[in-house]
T-cell receptor
């Protein structure tokens, strides 16, 4: 099993540019979660999907952030336009909902720097 | 809204000591609780998951306990080693009604020195 795959691993961009982060969940998992980690705020849940449908996006900070899951094996998190305060590590996680544990498995993260 | 707190924020111990990390949560209606380890610049590795019906889980030198009624969990590390140095995070899982949404504590930074 390849685990949760995220790309790119590092992204450096200038303020105002569009940024797209990608995630491939573990095959067979039907729930997908996007988190953001900063020193100040720790790990925050941004949005999550179940069976490709967004369930709760209340953690998305602003309209500049959007996420999609067009199929069971791919999700994107887009920031447009990006700002320096968006600099953080973004994690994707997946799980099997309906199973006993709902245990989440995390990807390696994308470190985003906006200058 | 669930809030998760971890104490202490940082801990430094000599190699070989047994230690306890604490996690508390405000809403006892959790489905389960997970403990994670995060090495600097890396992702999260799941260490232990305790279901709400369980009292404890063990894996090697790690033992996690759960007291739902008091809103507390502890992670016990026996005979600590320098390789245990990392940030330890606990997270409450909301389970079926929220598809397993996790709420994280701020973490405990553990340093084990030789």
């Amino acid at each position: 099993d390849a685990g949760v795959i995220q790309s790119p691993r590092h992204e450096v961009t200038e303020m105002g540019q569009e940024v797209t982060l990608r995630c491939k969940p573990i095959s067979g998992h039907n729930s997908l979660f996007w988190y953001r980690q900063t020193m100040m705020r720790g790990l925050e849940l941004l949005i999550y999907f179940n069976n490709n449908v967004p369930i709760d996006d209340s953690g998305m900070p602003e309209d500049r952030f959007s996420a999609k899951m067009p199929n069971a094996s791919f999700s994107t998190l887009k920031i447009q336009p990006s700002e320096p305060r968006d600099s953080a590590v973004y994690f994707c996680a997946s799980s099997i909902s309906g199973r006993a544990s709902y245990e989440q498995y995390f990807g390696p993260g994308t470190r985003l720097t906006v200058t | 809204k669930q809030e998760v707190t971890q104490i202490p924020a940082a801990l430094s111990v000599p190699e070989g000591e047994n230690l306890v990390l604490n996690c508390s949560f405000t809403d006892s209606a959790i489905y389960n609780l997970q403990w994670f380890r995060q090495d600097p610049g890396k992702g999260l590795t799941s260490l232990l998951l305790i279901q709400s019906s369980q009292r404890e889980q063990t894996s090697g030198r790690l033992n996690a306990s759960l007291d739902k009624s008091s809103g507390r969990s502890t992670l016990y590390i026996a005979a600590s080693q320098p390789g245990d140095s990392a940030t330890y995070l606990c997270a409450s899982n909301a389970g079926g009604t929220s598809y397993g949404k996790l709420t994280f504590g701020q973490g405990t930074i553990l340093t084990v020195h030789p």
